[in-house]
């Protein structure tokens, strides 16, 4: 019997269950998170909901921010209350609350029902991680975390391309796929997942939550550590770019069609299959090839970082990812995102998980799951920060209906502003027609007129200042330490 089946046979069915879990999570999270920002701002007679930028970029940042805080609290909840229990109580909240979304149509409600799925997602979370870790042990944690990484991104690359099905059918749909992904998980919870009885000394729930508290301001105090979470801060929130802005970016500027011919000179039946009626190629399923190249890829560049020190890696991948997003916003052809998306992705799998590696070998002894559980503060920093730039940053610079709106005014062009009854495509029709313009044509003469692809320079910008800052941070600190 080779080495690896005995790892395999070693693994209990808790191991496949939760790790289904986390898969059929990731779909449905993802499947909604992808086209949330081209929901949120879509044109309202398409089904969307036409808010602006800014509130798209506060209700997103604020709210994904808010449930990357709350495992810090969920999980000394899970391990008191049960695993099981929790995760039947976070898959009725993300159920209920994913169908919502679906339902209401205003920005109070809408805020209000993310944040109710963000505490359902914040629940689920810590649990599953901390499933595969108490189902392995030293022979199998290798490749169990492995397996637990590969469904992470396989649901993270399933999702998007389901829901971009469903969205052609109409908006609402995207949530109930969402909703009934989560109910598959309530099942399997209900009736396949069992974990051994956890051990845990039982005390008052104030008392437990003042404990967390006390652990995290232990972390924070240690000053190399807080600096550290600091400075990441300025990876994830150029990272994020990815989910609140470039979407927004590729439905308002860039030309899918070509990627489109591309596909269907291959097999006219898959771009049928991906592509719209229009004959284009839908900005969630472009955004996803970040997916596909992990799935694809991240063994191969594990590998090969494998030889470098984690911050040597995370420094190189932080500075590679930030030329690669950057790179995503230069150009208005389709084509060109294959490679600006794969450039962002090589540089992800070099630091991402280089940072929960780094943060392990930091830790004092037997502090490494506190200080891991702190490395989620910083996601939470960047979520909100990457949700500020791609509200009000966006919208002076590369927001396509208020470039035309500065246009219009220019002109002098008498044109009703978008409102809850002149949706942004009438808006943009108009504005087209009374300057003897087709779209394309409109949209060629924003592109050129007011360059909103000069955005690059901000994304990027932060990014690359966080792997120099990273880099003085080792070289002139920690190298003297």
Do not use: C
Not at 96 to 103: I, K, P, S
Request: aromatic content about 16%.
């Amino acid at each position: 019997m080779s080495r690896i089946s005995r790892v395999f046979q070693r693994f209990p069915r808790a191991f496949w269950v939760a790790n289904t879990m986390e898969l059929l999570e990731r779909w449905s999270w993802y499947g909604m998170f992808m086209v949330l920002a081209l929901y949120l701002t879509g044109s309202i007679d398409t089904g969307a909901l036409g808010f602006t930028q800014s509130q798209k970029g506060m209700l997103m940042g604020s709210v994904v921010a808010l449930l990357y805080v709350l495992p810090v609290f969920t999980g000394a909840l899970a391990d008191r209350f049960g695993y099981r229990s929790t995760l039947i109580i976070a898959y009725l909240i993300l159920a209920t609350g994913y169908y919502l979304m679906g339902q209401v149509n205003t920005y109070l409600a809408m805020y209000l029902v993310f944040v109710w799925v963000a505490i359902g997602a914040a629940l689920f979370k810590p649990v599953i991680a901390a499933t595969v870790s108490k189902t392995t042990d030293d022979l199998t944690s290798s490749i169990g975390f492995g397996i637990f990484y590969l469904m992470v991104n396989l649901g993270a690359f399933i999702g998007p391309v389901f829901a971009s099905r469903f969205r052609l059918l109409s908006w609402e749909w995207v949530f109930n796929m969402s909703a009934l992904v989560i109910l598959v998980n309530l099942l399997l919870v209900l009736f396949f997942f069992r974990m051994p009885v956890l051990k845990v000394e039982k005390r008052p729930l104030l008392q437990e939550l003042r404990t967390v508290l006390l652990n995290i301001y232990e972390a924070l105090r240690d000053f190399r550590f807080l600096v550290f979470l600091l400075l990441i801060i300025g990876f994830w929130t150029m990272y994020n770019q990815l989910f609140y802005t470039l979407p927004v970016f590729i439905d308002q500027w860039v030309d899918t069609s070509s990627v489109y011919r591309m596909i269907a000179g291959v097999s006219p039946a898959l771009a049928r299959s991906l592509g719209t009626p229009e004959g284009t190629i839908p900005p969630e399923l472009m955004t996803n090839i970040d997916a596909m190249y992990i799935v694809l890829l991240q063994i191969l560049v594990s590998w090969w970082v494998m030889r470098f020190k984690p911050l040597n890696a995370m420094i190189g991948g932080i500075f590679i990812s930030s030329i690669g997003i950057g790179l995503s916003f230069m150009f208005n052809d389709g084509i060109f995102l294959f490679a600006t998306i794969l450039v962002f992705a090589l540089g992800e799998m070099a630091s991402s998980p280089k940072i929960t590696e780094y943060v392990g070998k930091i830790a004092p002894e037997g502090k490494t799951a506190l200080y891991i559980g702190a490395s989620f503060l910083p996601v939470a920093g960047g979520n909100f920060f990457a949700g500020l730039l791609s509200g009000g940053t966006y919208t002076r610079m590369a927001d396509k209906i208020h470039l035309l709106q500065l246009e219009v005014s220019k002109r002098g062009l008498d044109i009703q502003a978008p409102s809850e009854s002149f949706s942004s495509n009438a808006y943009l029709q108009a504005a087209a027609d009374a300057m003897g313009m087709d779209q394309a044509g409109l949209t060629q003469f924003l592109w050129e007129s007011y360059q909103p692809y000069q955005i690059w320079m901000v994304f990027t910008g932060i990014g690359v200042s966080t792997a120099v800052l990273l880099w003085l941070y080792d070289r002139l600190w920690l190298s003297r330490a």
